[in-house]
């Protein structure tokens, strides 16, 4: 199983435009992943809806975990969009 541990970068946090670019970002990522707070439940990182409900703020830690083959990439290229705020998923890492 593959995690990554990130603060997240937008200043507003996962919400409205960030959330939408992160979700679209995982749904293309090819791979499930989840997200969670540091303590809470996870939720899948291609729900719009499961992601607004996380309600993670800028600065906070968030946790990205799959178990999937290529999770690896997958979870480096998203971690690098939380934890940068970047507009869009990086093409490499």
């Known amino acids: ?12 946090g996962l919400h409205a435009r960030p959330a939408s670019i992160f979700v679209r970002a995982a749904a293309a990522a090819g791979v499930p992943v989840t997200i969670a707070k540091a303590d809470g439940a996870p939720v899948n990182a291609a729900s719009m809806l499961a992601v ?25 290229r998203l971690a690098k969009l939380v934890s940068e705020g970047l507009e869009e998923l990086p093409e490499t890492v």
């Open 52 to 76: 607004l409900g996380l309600g993670a703020q800028g600065g906070e830690e968030v946790v990205l975990v799959s178990d999937a083959e290529g999770a690896e990439i997958a979870l480096d």
């Open 1 to 12: 199983m593959a995690e990554r541990r990130v603060n997240v970068g937008w200043a507003e």
